[in-house]
């Protein structure tokens, strides 16, 4: 019985993290996860990840805070179940012709005299709600697996991580040639790994770059004092961050570009260097141009093309058209929302005649998520920033207590700088539809959120 009892808790680590490091690799694969036959099978490895951590919940390993934090973060994780019993459970006929937005469409419906069933999801396009519901098991899934791991398992899954960021930058850097095939059929010309769009490509290497700071930072660190020469360590992870941010270059992706460089910096300047006070800092900034001259005399000035002329006028004048549509059609479905994942079906009752075609995002993940979610998105990313604002308290209390941040924590910084690229570059882009950006930035705010177990 004791021999059984030792077996179950390695059982359940090891079905939660295989079936996560599966999931991890599979992400960005096909599209960056977003295609039907390639997202269900990211649901059915996200459903093999829960069931791992549920057991290790069940066994007393995970770690998922206490009091209002723990009821915090299964709240966030129980979110699409929200979603699916505020905008799926059926409502009478009249009550839902009562909710905001929807009596233009009843009109309609009876001057075509289509016959009207008795009950009615709050959600204007039930079938998209539920697919965007079961969507977020893979989120739900990285978020878990980044607080219930160990600390030893958390490592190897954001070195993980470096490692995907390496093969798509590798492969963008390929692209750059003649050889056609490498887009597999994309329709683009542009750096895009194996992403449909460069922008999703440079956000998903972008969320990487703080993990690899810090792998610099840690190499340096490592060296005996005594040593004056960087080591064979530090270089490899200093030509890692150089390949990735050429490919992020390459990409030409505005946003994805000055996101990248924000959150490097960032981490370059609070990570702790190997040399201490203001000449540490000096030397940190000067090695971090040094590489990006580099890598700008590598994969040329094409990129600079994209920050000429009037930033306001063609593709960026078309967005700010979508958004500022989205946003009237937010407010006319205030407070309940037009439905998870309705907005491509609902859209075009508010969409500018000047913008033709079919628009399927709002290119802002924010206003788009206000428009279908309403009060409940309000509701869930309120508590998000409570969580990551505590969380960020408490390091920034460790790291002026002491010897500052120790390993793990600082794994646990470069995880919240690395989701504060998703966060920027969401306001203009819709990353977070896509789902291996999602995925990838759901497990770093569960690497944010999770407690300093070092072990």
């Known amino acids: 019985m004791a021999e059984r009892s030792l077996q179950r808790p390695a059982l359940s680590q090891g079905l939660m993290l295989w079936a996560g490091v599966a999931l991890l690799v599979c992400a960005p694969v096909i599209r960056g996860g977003n295609r039907y036959v390639a997202l269900i099978a990211l649901e059915w490895l996200g459903l093999a990840v829960l069931l791992g951590a549920a057991l290790v919940a069940l066994d007393g390993q995970g770690v998922w805070g206490r009091g209002r934090e723990r009821a915090g973060l299964l709240l966030l994780a129980a979110s699409p179940l929200w979603v699916a019993l505020l905008q799926l459970v059926p409502l009478p006929l009249d009550v839902w012709v009562a909710l905001p937005g929807r009596a233009l469409y009843q009109d309609l419906l009876a001057a075509v005299q289509m016959p009207q069933p008795a009950w009615r999801p709050a959600s ?55 050889f056609k095939l490498l887009f597999f059929d994309a329709g683009t010309n542009r750096v895009i790994g194996t992403f449909a769009n460069p922008n999703h490509f440079a956000n998903f290497l972008g969320m990487t770059l703080p993990l690899v700071v810090l792998e610099v930072r840690r190499a340096m660190h ?151 979610c309403g009060a409940l998105y309000v509701l869930l990313a309120g508590l998000a920033l409570w969580l990551i604002a505590r969380r960020a308290r408490w390091l920034a209390h460790r790291a002026l207590q002491g010897d500052g941040l120790d390993a793990h924590e600082q794994m646990m910084m470069a995880c919240g700088l690395g989701l504060l690229a998703l966060l920027l570059h969401s306001w203009l882009d819709f990353n977070l539809r896509i789902p291996a950006n999602a995925m990838l930035g759901a497990f770093m705010l569960g690497g944010l959120l999770r407690l300093g177990r070092a072990n």
């Open 124 to 178: 204007l396009t039930p079938a998209a709600t539920w697919a965007s519901v079961l969507a977020g098991i893979p989120l739900v899934a990285c978020f878990a697996l980044a607080l219930s791991c160990s600390g030893h398992q958390f490592r190897m899954l954001c070195r993980l991580l470096i490692g995907l960021a390496l093969a798509q930058a590798l492969l963008g850097l390929a692209q750059l040639g003649s």
């Open 222 to 372: 490592d060296q005996a004092p005594r040593h004056h020469r960087v080591g064979n360590a530090s270089l490899l992870w200093g030509l890692l961050l150089f390949v990735l941010l050429a490919a992020v270059l390459a990409s030409s992706s505005r946003t994805g570009i000055v996101t990248s460089l924000v959150v490097t910096l960032a981490t370059t300047l609070m990570l702790p260097g190997r040399h201490g006070g203001q000449a540490g800092l000096r030397w940190r900034l000067w090695a971090l141009a040094a590489l990006l001259l580099v890598a700008v005399a590598s994969v040329g000035l094409g990129w600079l093309e994209r920050f000429q002329g009037d930033l306001l006028a063609g593709d960026a004048s078309f967005r700010g058209l979508m958004r500022s549509s989205a946003w009237t059609a937010a407010l006319e479905f205030w407070p309940l929302g037009s439905g998870l994942g309705s907005f491509g079906m609902v859209f075009p009752r508010f969409q500018p005649a000047v913008v033709t075609g079919f628009v399927e995002h709002a290119h802002s993940d924010y206003v788009q998520l206000l428009m279908e």
